[in-house]
């Protein structure tokens, strides 16, 4: 019998990201898609939001992509090992309608919170259309997955070294001229989600799901708070998704470089 946040499966899914299976039946019982997890591996250790990318009766699985020593630590264990915290299911579910016709967007490690979303509108008879994007092909992931559900899956990769080059807004523009979406959703870095937050403004409605800086994942800290419809929302409590229309990205994107100097150099110390 596996132990309380025993590590019962990881896997090298692409250059520097790795995904845990988990066992915390709990959590997997509870689980729903949207929902994502606070983990903190050790005492001192910091608490890190992750997305709950997959789940059965009795495990949990996340998705870690290495950015600073935190991610690193928790990329670094092995099966077998223990995890000391684990806080969740967390955060407001995804709202899934039956047989609509949506487009799923995803940057980079987004892959992994698309997916159980995706799987859920598919269960529901509805049209899945999934669009990822990466930098190179080495940092895409999931592939075989996606093509299972989606009705049409896209790669965009920066470089053209798989799929079309270029970005996602590109290939969601094209997308936006042959198909009636219902919805689109988008997850990832806040510059694509931004983006395509202004190419869909006033023609679909769209979602995007925040990932903040958390300290206790139930709306106490305050450190998660971003303005939605110009008022004060915390991504733990209110989210992680909000409507892509009313998000003051601006106002994120100066929060979030205010000290980019001092996180770039810790980070480039710890990944020595």
Sequence with gaps: MPKL???????????????????????????????FLIVRIGEGRERIPLTVAEYDNNTVTIVIQVIGNS?????????????????????????????????????????????????SFKEKHGKVIIIVGARSKNLLFWEDKFEKIADEFIICTNDGSKGMKGFVTTALEEVMKRE????????????????????????????????????????????CRITVGGKVRFVCVDGPEFDAHEVNFDELSKRNSLYKEEESHVCRLSLK
């Design 5 to 35: 946040n025993e590590i019962l499966e990881k896997q090298e899914l692409a250059e520097g990201i790795v995904s845990l299976k988990v066992y915390a039946p709990d959590i997997a019982g509870k689980a729903k898609p949207g929902n």
């Design 71 to 119: 991610t690193k630590e928790i990329a670094s264990l092995k099966k077998g090992d223990i995890i000391l915290d684990i806080a969740g299911p967390l955060g407001i579910p995804s709202h899934i309608e039956e047989k609509k016709t949506v487009c799923l967007v995803a940057g980079g490690s987004g892959c992994a919170e698309i997916y159980p979303i995706a799987k």
């Design 180 to 223: 009636k979406l219902d919805e689109v959703i988008a997850v990832g870095p806040l510059p694509m989600m931004s983006a395509v937050a202004n190419l869909t403004r006033s023609k679909v409605k769209t979602k995007v799901s925040m990932n903040a800086i958390m300290v206790d994942g139930i709306g106490m800290c305050g450190c």
